[in-house]
Nanobody, 114 residues
Framework: QVQLVESGGGLVQAGGSLRLSCVVS????????MGWYRQAPGNQRELVAS???????NYADAVKGRFTISRDNAKNTLYLQMNSLKPEDTGVYYC????????WGQGTQVTVSS
């Protein structure tokens, strides 16, 4: 029973910043990979960023240079720092953790106004 709880979403103007957090009810040191997906209305869920237990990161082309994924193993928390936000970043952001099986958070809404 791995629980993930996202927070930090909200309404922000274009050009602003938000930091999303995902608290995991397990030691994330033992989790092979973690990351963030997002889903906008009418679109499929897309991978935004991922990070492995070894610290390797990957980003979607649309967010490179603007978003940063990180983790704090001591706090069992995953973060997504989002800067220079654009209206097309609007959507529900979901945290995931891959152990033996994938686990998902409930999602947090990010809305970027023009």
């Amino acid at each position: 029973q791995v629980q993930l709880v996202e927070s930090g979403g909200g309404l922000v103007q274009a050009g602003g910043s938000l930091r999303l957090s995902c608290v995991v009810s397990a030691s994330i040191s033992s989790i092979n990979a973690m990351g963030w997906y997002r889903q906008a209305p009418g679109n499929q869920r897309e991978l935004v960023a991922s990070i492995t237990s070894g610290g390797n990161t990957n980003y979607a082309d649309a967010v490179k240079g603007r978003f940063t994924i990180s983790r704090d193993n001591a706090k069992n928390t995953l973060y997504l720092q989002m800067n220079s936000l654009k209206p097309e970043d609007t959507g529900v952001y979901y945290c995931y953790a891959l152990k033996l099986y994938p686990f998902w958070g409930q999602g947090t809404q990010v809305t970027v106004s023009s």
